[in-house]
C-alpha cells in the first residue's frame, strides 16, 4: 500500500538552530509532493508543494524542500528556526493515479526553545 | 473571508445521538474532502467529492453519510454516534484532485 513516512515524531531544537524533517514515500509513479503545517489549536495551511521542475522548492516563512526521486524523498529544511515555528508539520503525497486522495504522513511535532 | 468555512467549530455530543457538520468553500473548487485527525493528530481520509460526485470513500462506517448539494458544499452526517468518533473533522477543498488542498478551521467533535 502507498504511504508516507516521517521518520522524526517529535524534534526538539533552539532557536536559530538549522532544521531539516525527513520524507519519504512509496510510490513508484508520478506524484505531487506537499508540506503543510499546523500551529497548535489551528487548521492546516500549506508551507511548500513540488509538481515539476527545479527539485528544490521554496516556500512561506523560510522554508524549502528538496525532490530527491531516486530515494523517493521531499525533505523539509530551514536554516534557522524560530520559536514562533513550534507546531506540528506535515509531510504530504498526491498520487497522479488516484487523485482526490491525499495521503498524509504522521507528522512532526517540532518544539522550539526560546 | 474565510475560503473554507465549517460549522460548528466544537460539538460536544451524548453516545447514540444524530450530528451534522456543515462546510462551504467560496474558492470555486471542484474537490472536496473530509478528513478525520484523531488524538495522535494522525490524519485521514473519509471522502472526496469531485463536483457533487463521490470519488472516494476510505471504508468509513456507513453511520457516516456526507452530503454535496453543489459543489460548493460538503456537510457530513453522523448518526449513533460512538465514543471512537471523538476527533476532529477538517473539510478541505482543491481546485482540482491532484492539486494542494485548502483547509477548514476544523470541527472538534467530542463524544461523551
Known amino acids: 500500500a502507498q504511504s508516507v513516512s516521517q521518520h522524526n515524531h517529535h524534534v526538539i531544537l533552539s532557536e536559530a538552530a538549522s532544521l531539516e524533517l525527513g520524507c519519504n514515500y512509496s510510490y513508484g509513479g508520478t506524484v505531487n509532493l506537499f508540506w503543510y503545517v499546523q500551529y497548535p489549536g489551528q487548521h492546516l495551511q500549506l508551507l511548500l508543494k513540488y509538481f515539476s521542475g527545479d527539485p528544490l522548492v521554496k516556500g512561506i516563512k523560510g522554508f524549502e524542500a528538496e525532490f530527491i526521486k531516486s530515494k523517493f524523498s521531499f525533505n523539509l529544511r530551514k536554516p534557522s528556526v524560530q520559536w514562533s515555528d513550534t507546531a506540528e508539520y506535515f509531510c504530504a503525497v498526491i498520487l497522479y493515479s488516484s487523485a482526490s486522495k491525499i495521503i498524509f504522513g504522521s507528522g512532526t511535532r517540532l518544539s522550539i526553545r526560546p | 473571508d474565510t475560503a473554507v468555512s465549517q460549522t460548528p467549530k466544537y460539538l460536544v455530543t451524548q453516545m447514540g445521538n444524530d450530528k451534522s457538520i456543515k462546510c462551504e468553500q467560496n474558492?470555486?473548487?471542484?474537490?472536496m474532502y473530509w478528513y478525520k485527525q484523531d488524538s495522535k493528530k494522525f490524519l485521514k481520509i473519509m471522502f472526496s467529492y469531485n463536483n457533487k460526485e463521490l470519488i472516494i470513500n476510505e471504508t468509513v462506517p456507513n453511520r457516516f453519510s456526507p452530503k454535496s448539494p453543489d459543489k460548493a458544499h460538503l456537510n457530513l452526517h453522523i448518526n449513533s454516534l460512538e465514543l471512537g468518533d471523538s476527533a476532529v473533522y477538517f473539510c478541505?477543498?482543491?481546485?482540482?484532485?491532484?492539486?494542494?488542498?485548502?483547509f477548514g478551521q476544523g470541527t472538534r467533535l467530542t463524544v461523551v
Open positions: 478541505a477543498s482543491s481546485r482540482e484532485g491532484n492539486t494542494e488542498a485548502f
Open positions: 474558492l470555486g473548487h471542484d474537490t
